[in-house]
């Protein structure tokens, strides 16, 4: 392949990039990955590395509103909004609040249930191929509570989730210490949702990186994107650190930067950055069983090959990477509530990554009004690694003049005018 032309160029080499590109490329394109830092630089490698088919609930939902003003003055591991004078982010804000109402939940809940269950049978097949090399298990999720309160509340949601054909276990307090021995006196209870899985999202990012190269897709790393040529409403070529490439077709998957590539070709894409931090264990005292969610403190707990993932914080922040202490020490803190011994536990690796965030909490798919060849994909929030393969094999319909399946409204970006 010329290395600077391909019939698809895809902008970024994260899970989405990269499952654009293997789809792509499994269809018989000449396809190239732009990527301005290393192969999941962004938000793909350092994440939780959980399949949460159970997650059908949009990030916009009734009261977190709320939940967001308190986290300005409370424990840094909750849901926050950084504040900032930015009126892009203002009026993505007054977007955001307005899908938090109670219809909009319950249909965006319901679109989401079905990408899950098409996303799940993609990894199962992914996994029966290479799933041994990146971690792959299916032990499903346990989510925990240390508030009755909340607790009830979960149950209620377990209810709800059996009702869009998802199975869950109720566990007691001691039924869950029993199972996670490593687990305080302070849970009072548990939901397990039985089909979710887990893996080593850094692993799964290099089998695929892998498995999109041997079917010829190029990769070229730290190659930043800085501009474009067009001719009319068609793109002609990408300007990058490393020289001009051309392509057939464009495919946007930037993460959390595809508002500034839009800004680039004069299109406004609704994307803000919500930051996560993980920080990983090395030789954890106690092993678990299975992946948690520590759901009152928004933190995830994922068993790793001789360590331990905790994985909270989701601040609006924009493309700010800056780490605070106080975040990294509340967010463990807040997990050493269910898990005593993190308390005094210090990580070997501390990392954040931006979540692309949409303002209804659904994912952008589909072709750009102003152009005749690009695409955008991206916008998954918390569950980028979850639909990514399922985004990348439904962008490979669209590039062959397709439609994705039932979806091709709904993901649209032409829903926010894009």
């Not at 499952?19 to 994440?47: D, H, Q, R």
């Not at 001719?231 to 392509?247: A, D, I, Y």
């Not at 979540?355 to 152009?371: I, N």
């Amino acid at each position: 392949m010329n290395e600077g032309r391909a019939d698809v160029l895809v902008i970024g080499a994260g899970v989405v990039g990269l499952s654009v590109a293997y789809f792509a490329a499994l269809k018989g394109a000449k396809v190239l990955i732009l990527e301005k830092g290393e192969v999941g630089s962004g938000s793909s490698s350092g994440n939780a590395g959980l399949l949460v088919h159970s997650y059908f609930e949009p990030l916009p939902a009734p009261g977190i509103i709320t939940e967001a003003v308190r986290g300005l003055f409370g424990s840094e591991g909750f849901f926050r909004i950084q504040p900032r004078f930015d009126p892009s982010f203002l009026f993505w804000l007054l977007r955001f609040s307005r899908f938090c109402n109670p219809r909009d939940f319950e249909a965006h809940s319901r679109l989401l249930t079905k990408l899950n269950n098409e996303a799940l049978g993609i990894h199962l097949d992914f996994a029966a191929r290479g799933g041994e090399s990146y971690e792959f298990s299916r032990k499903g999720l346990l989510f925990l509570y240390i508030n009755n309160r909340r607790w009830e509340e979960s149950q209620r949601r377990a209810l709800r989730a059996s009702e869009f054909g998802l199975e869950t276990q109720i566990l007691s307090g001691d039924e869950a210490r029993h199972e996670e021995p490593a687990l305080g006196e302070r849970v009072v209870g548990g939901v397990r949702y039985l089909s979710d899985a887990g893996l080593n999202p850094l692993r799964f990012i290099e089998w695929l990186a892998r498995s999109a190269s041997a079917l010829g897709a190029g990769i070229m790393p730290h190659c930043e994107v800085y501009g474009f040529r067009a001719s009319g409403k068609k793109l002609r070529s990408v300007l990058t650190t490393k020289g001009e490439f051309q392509g057939d077709q464009v495919v946007l998957a930037a993460g959390a930067w595809l508002k500034g590539l839009g800004r680039l070709l004069g299109v406004h894409l609704p994307v803000e950055g919500g930051k996560g931090i993980s920080q990983t264990f090395r030789a954890p005292p106690a092993s678990l069983m299975q992946p948690l969610i520590l759901d009152e403190h928004h933190v995830a707990v994922s068993p790793l090959s001789g360590a331990l993932r905790v994985t909270g914080l989701l601040e609006l922040s924009g493309t700010d990477l800056s780490i605070r202490q106080r975040q990294v020490e509340g967010i463990r803190q807040a997990s050493g509530l269910y898990l005593p011994v993190l308390k005094t536990m210090t990580p070997n690796d501390v990392w954040r990554g931006l979540r692309p965030c949409t303002p209804d909490g659904l994912p952008l798919l589909g072709k750009l009004k102003a152009w005749n060849n690009v695409f955008v994909a991206g916008g998954h929030d918390t569950k980028g690694m979850t639909l990514g393969p399922l985004t990348g094999e439904l962008m490979s319909r669209l590039l062959e003049g397709r439609e994705p399946r039932e979806y091709g409204k709904e993901l649209s970006p032409g829903r926010f005018g894009a």
